[in-house]
């Protein structure tokens, strides 16, 4: 059995590790209930034509970004059951976009979620935005195998103990 002893100091300000270096939830119970938003993004490259047929709404299973869209969705609304130590919250209203990008060849992806809770949604942000790209993938593999996820971030929260949070630019 490993001695965590050293890292009680250490892990004081990490919420999520108790004094014997175990991972816990977090009690969220003496918090404020206040309204939260997240936003993150995400980026799915590919080939011409998969971007072209994807546009067009030529791709084999059908809308691609229509059915990625719900399944970001869905995703949020799961998070706590995907995230072992996050805390079930009361989603009130998530969107998932597409923007297409012609110089890059691909998508930029983002979902906002908002709550009224005493807790913040960046973790259902950010697994909307993932689940939102692994659908389009998997809508458009047969065009193109060899797309690629990537720069999923959070770029935005609001509410809560720790204020507000904006990512710089990059």
Same mark, same amino acid.
């Given at each position: 059995?490993? %001695?965590?002893?050293?890292?009680? /100091?250490?892990?004081?300000?990490?919420?999520?590790?108790? %004094?014997?270096?175990?991972?816990?939830?977090?009690?969220?119970?003496?918090?404020?209930?206040? @309204? =939260?938003?997240?936003?993150?993004? !995400?980026?799915?490259?590919?080939?011409?034509?998969?971007?072209?047929?994807?546009?067009?709404?030529?791709?084999?299973? !059908?809308?691609?970004?229509?059915?990625? =869209?719900?399944?970001?969705?869905?995703?949020?609304?799961?998070?706590?059951?995907? /995230?072992?130590?996050?805390?079930?919250?009361? /989603?009130? @209203?998530?969107?998932?976009?597409?923007?297409?990008?012609?110089?890059?060849?691909?998508?930029?992806?983002?979902?906002?979620?908002?709550?009224?809770?005493?807790?913040?949604?960046?973790?259902?942000?950010?697994?909307?935005?993932?689940?939102?790209?692994?659908?389009?993938?998997?809508?458009?593999?047969?065009?193109? @195998?060899?797309?690629?996820?990537?720069?999923?971030?959070?770029?935005?929260?609001?509410?809560?103990?720790?204020? %507000?949070?904006?990512?710089?630019?990059?």
């Amino acid at each position: 059995m490993q %001695d965590f002893s050293e890292n009680k /100091i250490q892990n004081a300000s990490l919420s999520h590790i108790n %004094d014997a270096g175990e991972a816990q939830m977090v009690d969220v119970s003496d918090k404020k209930i206040t @309204k =939260r938003e997240a936003i993150a993004t !995400g980026k799915v490259l590919m080939s011409q034509t998969c971007f072209e047929a994807i546009q067009a709404g030529d791709a084999p299973k !059908g809308d691609v970004l229509g059915t990625a =869209r719900i399944a970001g969705i869905m995703a949020a609304k799961q998070t706590s059951n995907l /995230i072992p130590m996050c805390h079930p919250l009361p /989603i009130k @209203k998530v969107t998932v976009t597409f923007t297409p990008d012609a110089i890059n060849i691909g998508y930029l992806v983002e979902a906002t979620v908002t709550t009224k809770s005493e807790t913040g949604v960046e973790m259902e942000a950010l697994t909307a935005v993932s689940v939102a790209a692994l659908t389009l993938y998997d809508m458009a593999k047969a065009l193109d @195998k060899a797309m690629t996820i990537t720069d999923i971030q959070l770029l935005k929260k609001t509410g809560g103990k720790s204020g %507000d949070y904006f990512r710089n630019s990059l």
